[in-house]
């Protein structure tokens, strides 16, 4: 095993966090306090080549391996103090290109991976609907084909980048009846063949962006409401085959559930230095804060949690450079990274009193960045129930009963 970066991997990281720190996040507490996608971060973002930096150099991209991904990502969480901003490169990388990526086909790769490189085109996700979240199964948005296209009638919410995205990958109906995990669809064949995955442009008749939701942190990724009103959809336009739509939402998601949070290092990284650069400036009962046991356990506990969240993330990405499957890996770095974030964001306001909680020290917004990481890409709790089955525990996340 070797934990040593290549030289090329540390020159990534090198230069990766000398171009955020002087061309990104200039504006991003203004951005944050606006709710403000920041147009011309992303548009530097497309230049530099972040929007493409996971697809191969034939549709436009950098062509980095996983691994390298996960470093460049880190490294741009790290020097990028606008966290919205990384999140909508998050979404429309692992949200959107990589679905295309792994189950595109080569005409459809070829015709909107250029510009979403190029950020020409905006990328977004839209699975989760009104009344269905965690449950994957129990959405209720339909594909009825029709000749060579599909109409799609349905509601799909917080979609980040939604308001801003031009290309949407869509979980829609093609079969079975409504009713999720528990036993949706069982009428009509499975349940897990029952949905089908689209590649849905913003530009279609019945294709609505209706609103825009108003959040707690990451407010620069804009997060909106589309609806499909008998949106008619090409067949070209179908990801894979039809009813394969959750296979491929499964063989996607441990992509998303790693990459996702490869930044959050970086973030983590930042507030460890940051603390300790605090506690050993600010002096309070003649001494260093940093000299008291529960400032300096603290930061310990910090630097702990940022290893560990280090070696799960590198571990996932060298697992999907060496093409193998990384479920259950993902899904611990999931759990593990997210609430580790939170910890540490936590920690870094308490280890900074006051100056963490006010506004206009940059603390208080990444703590509330921080609180969305184990809610999106699935909850801890459906993520520890997914691991509970991966170990061979049944019924954990659907409440069947066993054997159902
Ligand atoms: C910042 C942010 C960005 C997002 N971006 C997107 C996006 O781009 N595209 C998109 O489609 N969605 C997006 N989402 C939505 C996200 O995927 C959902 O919020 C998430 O899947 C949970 O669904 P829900 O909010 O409906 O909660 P619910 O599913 O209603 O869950 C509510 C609570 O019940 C718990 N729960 C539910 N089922 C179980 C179970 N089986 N076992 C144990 N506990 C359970 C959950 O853990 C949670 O605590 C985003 C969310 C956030 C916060």
Redesign the pocket.
């Known amino acids: 095993m070797d934990f040593d970066l290549s030289p090329e991997q540390r020159e990534l990281r090198r230069a990766t966090i000398a171009f955020a720190r002087s061309e990104l996040g200039a504006a991003a507490a203004d951005d944050d306090r606006e709710s403000r996608f920041p147009a011309r971060d992303w548009a530097r973002c497309a230049e530099h080549g972040v929007l493409g930096w996971p697809v191969p150099a034939r549709y436009g991209g950098r062509g980095l391996d996983p691994l390298s991904t996960m470093i460049a990502l880190e490294a741009l969480g790290y020097g990028c103090r606008d966290n919205g901003l990384v999140?909508a490169v998050n979404?429309h990388l692992w949200?959107c290109a990589v679905y295309l990526l792994l189950h595109g086909t080569e005409e459809q790769k070829t015709r909107y991976l250029k510009p979403m490189c190029d950020g020409a085109l905006v990328g977004?996700?839209?699975?989760?609907e009104p009344e269905?979240?965690?449950?994957v199964l129990g959405l209720r948005t339909t594909a009825v084909r029709d000749g060579d296209h599909y109409v799609l009638d349905g509601t799909?919410?917080?979609?980040?980048?939604?308001p801003v995205a031009d290309v949407f990958v869509v979980l829609a109906r093609t079969g079975g009846e409504t009713g999720g995990?528990a036993g949706g669809g069982a009428g009509r064949g499975r349940a897990q063949d029952a949905l089908s995955a689209f590649l849905v442009t913003a530009d279609l008749p019945g294709v609505h962006r209706t609103r825009e939701f108003t959040?707690l942190?990451?407010r620069s990724?804009p997060?909106g409401a589309v609806e499909f009103d008998g949106a008619r959809v090409p067949a070209g336009n179908l990801l894979g085959r039809e009813g394969s739509g959750y296979a491929i939402f499964n063989a996607t998601i441990e992509w998303e559930r790693a990459f996702m949070f490869a930044g959050h290092l970086g973030v983590m990284e930042r507030l460890l230095e940051s603390s300790i650069a605090h506690a050993s400036s600010r002096r309070q009962f003649g001494r260093a804060i940093g000299g008291f046991q529960a400032v300096a356990h603290e930061i310990a506990d910090m630097k702990i949690r940022l290893e560990l969240a280090r070696l799960i993330l590198y571990r996932v990405g060298w697992l999907k450079r060496e093409r193998r499957l990384a479920l259950q890996d993902a899904t611990i770095a999931k759990i593990f990274v997210s609430e580790s974030l939170v910890r540490t964001a936590m920690a870094a306001v308490q280890v900074h009193g006051a100056r963490g909680y006010l506004n206009g020290y940059d603390l208080e917004r990444e703590l509330r960045d921080a609180l969305?990481g184990p809610?999106?890409?699935?909850?801890?709790?459906?993520q520890r129930?997914i691991l509970a089955e991966l170990l061979g525990l049944s019924g954990?996340?659907?409440?069947a009963p066993e054997g159902g």
């Not at 269905?132 to 449950?135: E, I, L, R, T």
């Not at 954990?396 to 409440?399: A, F, K, P």
């Open positions: 999140f979404n949200g977004a996700h839209a699975l989760s269905a979240g965690s449950d799909k919410w917080f979609v980040s980048n939604g995990a959040k942190g990451l990724t997060m969305g809610i999106f890409a699935g909850t801890s709790a459906v129930g954990v996340l659907s409440g």
